[in-house]
């Protein structure tokens, strides 16, 4: 704490405040000087200064003065050497009525006429101005010369301040962190909730678990996606634990330095050490914390020696009792193995994407400060976002009230809420196509998607198709309301998956139907990479082809330099040409079903894009209901399926 007192702006002589404050207290000294200096040339001696306002404008020649003189006209002469004048009083004149007579260097006639006279001579010298000028101006120097040196003098005790400190801990400490945060503002997480009460508890009433032989657990890993909650979850726990709680980067351990880190390190658990028992959150901890001897090149060895530090404090030689670590990241697979281990890091508690159960909470907690109209049902807006993170739920709810208020509102309504869904999965709305050509083609295009969705026996429901367009190139969209079971448990059937590879070319397959092979645009090019990926992830790693339930290539789709950059086949070319083969027949095969369903419905599809062409969005219900009055295919599940 000390440290960061220091490198504050107001602590540091050449920065913020202090810097205005040292400039100013110079340019004072310097105008006092300067005012010195010409109020003692200005005012001169003091008799000057009493007796200007009372002198006499004329002035007597140095021969008239003579004359006067000898005439007997002068009764008193006051010579002043330093202005080289001579004040004469004549007689009969009034006392204050003087008038001066330049003199020059040597004067002998005017003493030796003014003894001879009898004519009373004084000699009274005026204050030297010039000696005090110049001892103000030798002062306004040596000031100066004291201020330089006292800057020079701070801002190397300064650098040797801050190398001293380079070393020491940044982590951000509070007795009792008031966060704002409770775990009854944390929803949709209800499993790591009380992995972590219990933590809490510990911490709290440590005597009800040594009771039974309990040990607190050293460590706590937050894993999962990003956006789930798991720095919330944090700050969650700083609200509820009431011990000392300490907060850090995993980026801000690494420095330019090799053994800055590992000094860090050390100096945050000396800290943790005498408060505890405590709580250390570290935040991000891939980014020190990663594999060790990996990499192009080698490691790096500053992050090696931090995190050779951090493994010896959490559980080395020496004990760390009362401290528990948590620290959360999105990246567990390139952590190293002996951080992951039991004794450091006991516990691994997984952040996953919420439930509908946890959305609808999420929802309940983000809509606690807005104002929502009566007739918007959260469970219907949890249902509608599947695959939803905890972030991206509150931006949604936030963007609704965004609109709201620019549509000049008074409670956000169930059109806000399906705006702001659409702008955050698919983009900000553009204006409206002029009926075109272009405008026609993509209604087919997005009616194609629509229509299959409706017919296919084992795809998921239509929530709407739209003609809008959106940012990012988006022409349109056909938007399905996937099976919240089957997303929660990942289990998808061979039959969803060639059902969900035919929507994604029903688009492709409307637009060389209707408009022929030439008119066929790139529009499908991303339904097209869709295709690819899923075919073969068919074949590769699900086992759902002809080449049998094995697996050929791996999940980890993401390079860990050092370790997999070089990717290598585990078959043969023999192998691989059957798979590519395998992926070809798949597509070919959904694309011909696609194309064949589009030109069987060929009428119903006629009707159903001039009606979206006039409303240019159509719901679900909707949709369903012109294809079960016009569908010259009988089609059972057509009913079953939910609106």
């Known amino acids: 704490m000390k440290q960061a007192e220091k490198n504050t702006p107001n602590g540091r002589l050449f920065g913020g405040k ?11 000294g310097a105008a006092t000087a300067i005012w010195l200096v010409l109020q003692s040339t200005l005012v001169g001696s003091p008799g000057l200064a009493q007796g200007e306002a009372q002198q006499d404008n004329s002035q007597l020649s140095y021969s008239t003065l003579l004359s006067d003189i000898e005439a007997g006209k002068v009764s008193r002469i006051e010579i002043d050497p330093v202005r080289s004048v001579a004040k004469v ?8 009525s003087i008038q001066e007579v330049p003199l020059f260097a040597e004067n002998p006639e005017l003493i030796e006429t003014a003894r001879q006279n009898n004519v009373d001579l004084d000699v009274e010298p005026s204050a030297d101005s010039s000696a005090v000028a110049g001892l103000v101006f030798h002062g306004l120097l040596a000031f100066v010369a004291i201020m330089v040196l006292l800057m020079f003098l701070r801002r190397t005790s300064n650098a040797s301040g801050q190398a001293m400190n380079f070393g020491k801990s940044r982590a951000r400490f509070q007795m009792e962190a008031k966060t704002g945060v409770m775990f009854d503002d944390v929803a949709g997480i209800e499993e790591a909730k009380e992995e972590l009460q219990e933590v809490v508890s510990f911490l709290k ?5 040594t009771a039974v032989g309990a040990k607190i657990p050293k460590g706590v890993l937050l894993v999962g996606p990003p956006g789930t909650g798991k720095t919330l979850l944090a700050k969650a726990i700083a609200g509820e634990a009431g011990v000392p709680f300490f907060s850090i980067s995993g980026s801000e351990f690494v420095e330019m330095f090799v053994g800055v880190g590992a000094s860090r390190v050390r100096d945050l658990f000396k800290k943790a050490k005498e408060n505890a028992p405590c709580i250390v959150f570290i935040d991000e901890i891939d980014a020190v914390g990663r594999q060790r001897g990996t ?13 050779n530090q951090l493994l010896t404090e959490m559980d080395g030689f020496e004990g760390n009792t009362g401290t528990i670590i948590i620290a959360a990241t999105n990246r567990p697979d390139v952590l190293d193995s002996a951080l992951l281990r039991p004794g450091r890091f006991d516990r691994q508690v ?4 919420p439930s509908f159960k946890g959305r609808l909470g999420i929802l309940e907690v983000h809509a606690r400060n807005k104002k929502l109209d009566p007739s918007v049902s959260l469970e219907a807006v949890a249902r509608r976002t599947p695959g939803f993170s905890g972030a991206e739920l509150a931006n949604m709810l936030n963007e609704a009230a965004i609109l709201t208020a620019r549509r000049r509102k008074d409670a956000v309504t169930l059109l806000e809420i399906d705006d702001a869904i659409d702008r955050v999965t698919t983009g900000m709305t553009l204006a409206p196509l002029m009926d075109s050509k272009k405008k026609r083609l993509i209604a087919y295009h997005e009616t194609g998607h629509a229509l299959l969705m409706t017919l296919l026996s084992n795809s998921d429901p239509l929530n709407k ?6 940012s990012g190139g988006i022409g349109g969209f056909a938007q399905q309301t996937f099976n919240e079971e089957m997303i929660d448990s990942g289990l998808y059937t061979r039959a969803w998956l060639l059902d969900r590879i035919t929507i994604a070319l029903g688009g492709r397959a409307a637009e060389e139907e209707i408009f022929g092979d030439s008119e066929v645009t790139i529009g499908a090019s991303n339904d097209i990479q869709v295709v690819a990926t899923l075919a073969r992830e068919m074949v590769t790693r699900y086992g759902m082809s002809d080449l049998g339930p094995y697996a050929l290539e791996s999940g980890h789709s993401e390079v860990f330099l050092g370790r997999d950059l070089m990717s290598r086949n585990e078959f043969s070319e023999e192998i691989a040409t059957k798979v590519d083969h395998q992926v070809r027949e798949i597509a070919v095969r959904c694309y011909s079903e696609a194309r064949r369903m589009v030109r069987e419905n060929r009428e119903l599809m006629d009707k159903i894009v001039d009606i979206l062409l006039e409303q240019e969005t159509i719901d679900g219900e909707q949709f369903r209901q012109i294809v079960a009055e016009c569908s010259i295919i009988p089609d059972q599940h057509l009913a079953a399926k939910p609106a």
């Not at 202090?18 to 004072?28: A, D, E, I, Q």
């Not at 009083?89 to 204050?96: I, S, T, V």
């Open 18 to 28: 202090s810097r205005k404050r040292l400039k100013g207290s110079l340019v004072t």
């Open 89 to 96: 009083q004549l007689k009969g004149q009034p006392e204050n």
């Open 295 to 307: 990499g192009i090149g080698g490691g790096n060895d500053e992050r090696e020696q931090t995190l």
């Open 350 to 353: 997984t952040v996953d994407l």
């Open 205 to 209: 009433k440590p005597e009800r678990f």
């Open 465 to 470: 198709v739209t003609i809008i367009p959106r």
